[in-house]
Every structure is written in C-alpha cells, then in structure tokens.
C-alpha cells in the first residue's frame, strides 16, 4: 500500500475526488494548508497600501491506496489538479506497512 499525499489549488478538490471516486478509491483526508513553492507569493493591494501574501491557500488529500491502483491516482489527481499555471501542486508517495480500522480491528488493505 502507498499513501498519496497531494497539495493542490483548493478550486480542484471536486473534480479530483471525483476522479478518485472513478477509480473505487472512496476515502480521503482533506486539510487546509498554506504553503509557496517557485511562485513565493504575491503582492496585493488593500486601501491603497502594498503587501506581499507569502503563504497561499492550499488542500492536502491524503489517501491510502493498494499498489495496483497508485499509478492511475496519482494520474487522475495530475490530470485533474492541472491549471498549467505555477502553483498547481505536488505529488507525495510514501510506503505503509499496515493499517487498522479502529472499529473493528481488521488490518491491511481491508482496513482501508
């Protein structure tokens, strides 16, 4: 199992949960994030006065998904997240070696 971790414009959280959702991969964990890359922010006018927005608005979905089926994720959340635009995100995977569902104790890709 890899878990897929993607930062992504918080405007493309529909399309890609749907085009997980494509796939059978039903759970997800979605947080709000701040974060810059290359583009380090912006500068922004308010009442006349300059000021620059370091950190901007971003989503983190995490997923847990079974080694068949990451390279078509990370495909889906790539095609979906794209604006072709600096700032679009990031990919990262990682390896897990179990998971437990809380509720009733199964483990491995079941718990999932």
């Known amino acids: 199992m890899k878990k897929i971790e993607a930062v992504i414009k918080p405007f493309k959280l529909d399309e890609v949960k749907d085009?997980?959702?494509e796939l059978g991969l039903h759970g997800m964990t979605v947080i709000e994030a701040k974060g810059f890359g290359r583009q380090r922010g912006h500068t922004e006018l308010y009442r006349g006065a300059e000021y620059v927005v370091d950190f901007l608005p971003?989503?983190?979905?995490?997923?847990?998904?079974?080694?068949?089926?990451?390279?078509?994720?990370?495909?889906?959340?790539?095609e979906t997240?794209?604006?072709g635009k600096i700032g679009d995100g990031k990919i990262f995977l990682s390896d897990v070696s179990d998971v437990v569902r809380i509720?009733?104790?199964e483990r491995g890709e079941t718990a999932v």
């Open 81 to 83: 997240a794209r604006t």
């Open 19 to 21: 085009a997980l959702q």
């Open 103 to 105: 509720r009733t104790g």
């Open 58 to 78: 971003k989503l983190k979905i995490e997923i847990i998904v079974p080694d068949g089926l990451v390279e078509e994720a990370v495909k889906a959340i790539t």
